[in-house]
């Protein structure tokens, strides 16, 4: 809708058109003009993509639970106790707060007053993180700070202690052992998994101590989607020199996998009815080889193994190397993580398989590929309370237009109104080509996007909109390989009418073959055979 120059001005100033926006005094931005009334459809979606995006950024953990009060004070939930945020302006300055709250002011006071060769390694992380962010550049007032192994490691923490705290009551009796340099590393690293597990949609549970003949793993972890009950145990290759260990307590070898098989036995020496999740971080230096030199000795280390063993009892072991504090003021990748089914034949085992078995051992194992997902995501620490984009509710920038919803154009045709039915993001130009429709007839408008806006895009693009994208990966991303575009069409028919789907096979020479099959199996095989179109290979069966 085109507007008249004596009109009043859509952006509702009351003056008239011509002395407002038209005339060319005011910035050409798209002003937001509140739609109709939406359907319930249409609020639901809107809904789902705002509920998407805050779980790409938090997880599937309980939600940060923040409320902004009358008088303008921001308080927090932690579990059961109530903190007031009044004063930070994002979620990881709460954290770093939170952490002196949580190991106390005294022993922070204490340990920064020493050099820091004698910090303890918690606050000699914040004391390089601190010189970091004096260096870094502002923006609207807030830091922006490149990627740093003591920024991860640090943030990193104060994080996995938040959740411990707001959603299980396990974090007290880590206090202790984290400040014990002695005891430090095993703390850390049990606190670094839990962290992944609560962020994978994991309720844990502290084992039965009571009975103090028998060993006991760190805790249990039950998931909330599966309902399964997993025993958990975590060990860290000792290194001399690292995580306050030294030549006595601390390994001197270069070799990654030098304790993999003893820390293994022992965690299997540990006596359960669950199943079990075992967690073994290599504490070695990254290296720029994607994937790392080590997973396949490791593998096959693990498949020798469970060939000796004669009880051949099951585990599914994650071999990490989390080595942020390898590489504390560089950006160098601080994780790896690797997944093997320890006499389970169809977990993590390289060789031939079909797309559609590679499908249904993902579901099988859908626990076990969603903890490998968050350790690999680790360093995603929410910076905002709710949810919203930083670019937006940090720094201040303008919001991305959202799908559905009309908005006034100053500079187009003199000015006009226009919904806008998609968007699309060319990563490496940083534009947005935005398709706006008009009462007959749409076209397409180029924005520029700032590096904090193609930031907030890359980490939620599926929701970046305001419409959650089906296309894609989980996170929004393009397919990389034959997998990836299976499960996106699988997840894609999964909504289609049964006989939409067979309408699409009518023709084929085995059309019949199809009619036959249950609905999942009907899906699996249909996009099966469209893969194999697409590439041109022979179809699975």
């Known amino acids: 809708m085109k507007i008249g ?22 910035p050409l931005k798209p002003l937001f003009i509140p739609p109709p009334a939406r359907s319930p459809e249409t609020y639901r979606e809107r809904l ?51 952490m002196h709250r949580v190991l106390g002011h005294d022993w922070f006071r204490v340990e ?27 923006q609207n007032g807030i830091a922006i700070i490149p990627d740093s192994g003591a920024i991860s490691a640090f943030i990193g923490l104060a994080y996995s202690l938040y959740l411990m705290r707001h959603n299980n009551e396990l974090q007290s009796r880590m206090i202790a052992r984290l400040k014990d340099r002695r005891n430090f590393q095993g703390a850390y690293y049990e606190i670094t998994i839990a962290n992944a597990l609560i962020r994978s949609g994991f309720d844990l549970e502290l084992e039965d101590e009571s009975d103090n003949e028998i060993k ?13 009950r997993y025993s958990v145990e975590c060990k860290m290759r000792s290194v001399a020199g690292h995580l306050h260990k030294d030549k006595i307590d601390g390994s001197g070898r270069r070799n990654p996998l030098s304790h993999l098989i003893q820390h293994l036995g022992q965690a299997l020496e540990k006596p359960t009815q669950d199943k079990r999740l075992i967690f073994i971080d290599l504490n070695t230096p990254s290296t720029p080889e994607v994937p790392p030199a080590w997973i396949e000795k490791a593998a096959n280390m693990l498949d020798m193994s469970a060939k000796d063993r004669a009880d051949k009892i099951e585990a599914c072991v994650f071999v990490t190397n989390l080595a942020y504090h390898h590489h504390l003021n560089d950006g160098m990748r601080g994780v790896s993580c690797f ?21 249904k051992n993902k579901k099988k194992y859908i626990d076990i590929h969603r903890i490998g997902h968050q350790i690999n995501d680790f360093t995603n620490v929410p910076i905002t ?94 397919n990389k390989n034959e997998f990836e575009l299976f499960e996106w069409l699988v997840s894609t028919y999964a909504e289609y009418e049964r006989e939409s789907v067979l309408k699409q096979t009518k023709g084929w020479p085995d059309e019949a073959k199809f009619r036959d099959l249950p ?22 069966g």
């Not at 995006?53 to 009060?69: D, E, F, K």
């Not at 006991?216 to 399964?228: F, K, L, P, Q």
């Not at 997944?339 to 389970?344: P, R």
């Not at 937006?392 to 039915?421: A, K, N």
């Open 5 to 26: 120059r004596n009109e009043s001005c859509p952006c509702g100033s009351g003056r008239k058109y011509k002395k407002c926006h038209g005339a060319g005094s005011v």
């Open 48 to 98: 789902k993509a705002r509920e998407l995006q805050r779980q790409l950024q938090q997880g599937a953990g309980r939600p940060i639970s923040s409320t902004l009060r009358s008088d303008g004070r921001r308080m927090v939930s932690v579990g059961n106790d109530v903190a007031d945020a009044s004063k930070f302006r994002t979620f990881t300055d709460f954290l770093i707060a939170y």
């Open 112 to 138: 920064e007053a020493k050099s820091p060769p004698d910090m303890h390694s918690v606050v000699y992380w914040k004391f390089l993180f601190l010189k970091q962010r004096k260096s870094a550049k502002s």
């Open 216 to 228: 006991h793993c760190e805790y249990a972890a039950v998931s909330r989607e599966t309902g399964i």
């Open 339 to 359: 997944i093997h089914g320890y006499n389970i034949p169809d977990l993590g085992k390289p060789g031939l398989i079909t797309l559609i078995q590679a499908w």
């Open 385 to 478: 309370f709710d949810g919203s984009l930083p670019s937006v509710s940090v720094f201040g920038e303008s919001p991305p237009v959202q799908i559905g919803v009309s908005y006034f154009f100053p500079d187009i045709e003199g000015g006009v109104i226009g919904e806008v039915t998609s968007a699309v993001v060319l990563e490496e130009k940083k534009e947005v080509m935005i398709t706006v429709k008009m009462d007959k007839y749409s076209i397409i408008i180029k924005e520029n996007m700032s590096d904090l806006q193609l930031n907030d895009f890359q980490n939620n693009r599926r929701t970046y909109f305001g419409k959650v994208d089906k296309n894609g990966n989980a996170d929004g991303s393009k």
């Open 519 to 540: 609905d999942e199996d009907l899906i699996l095989a249909f996009c099966d055979r469209l893969i194999a179109g697409m590439i041109n290979r022979p179809k699975a």
